[in-house]
């Protein structure tokens, strides 16, 4: 693999990191907007007894309160797959080596945040 190559693949795998973020991370917090965990938490017997219980938390909310729990959700998701990248680029797995903008933790909150990759 040439050192272009290994950019643009350090380049996509951030990013997917970055799109995974608004897609699968937000999946907890839209329930959490809604105010609804699980749909089947009472009428199915094998979910989980806890699902039933995060309903009610969330129904006892207001939505002030359902959005600051989400937002929490988002934030974390985006945590782990940030404490993710720093084991990968502190074992030094390829392509995380370096980065752009410092380290590849730099470029990752950069990218989330709306920063454009360098041109070249």
Same mark, same amino acid.
């Given at each position: 693999?040439?050192? /272009?190559?290994?950019?643009? =693949? $350090? ?13 699968? *991370?937000?999946?907890? +917090? ?8 699980? !749909?089947?938490? @009472? +009428?199915?017997? !094998?979910?989980?007894? /806890?699902?039933?219980? =995060? ?7 207001? @939505?002030?309160?359902? #959005?600051?729990? +989400? ?5 974390? $998701? ?12 502190? +074992? #030094? ?6 980065? $752009?903008?410092? !380290?590849?933790? !730099? ?5 989330? @945040? ?5 041109? *070249?």
């Amino acid at each position: 693999m040439t050192e /272009h190559d290994s950019r643009w =693949m $350090y380049r996509q795998m951030i990013d997917a990191m970055v799109i995974s973020c608004a897609g699968a *991370g937000q999946v907890s +917090a839209g329930r959490v907007r809604v105010g609804v965990w699980n !749909d089947n938490a @009472d +009428a199915a017997s !094998d979910v989980s007894p /806890h699902q039933a219980v =995060m309903n009610r938390v969330l129904a006892s909310l207001n @939505d002030d309160q359902r #959005e600051a729990v +989400a937002i929490l959700f988002a934030e974390e $998701y985006a945590s782990g797959v940030y404490n993710a990248l720093q084991v990968l680029t502190a +074992a #030094e797995c390829a392509p995380f080596a370096e980065g $752009y903008d410092g !380290d590849p933790c !730099d470029d990752f909150l950069g990218r989330l @945040d709306g920063w454009e990759w360098p041109i *070249g």
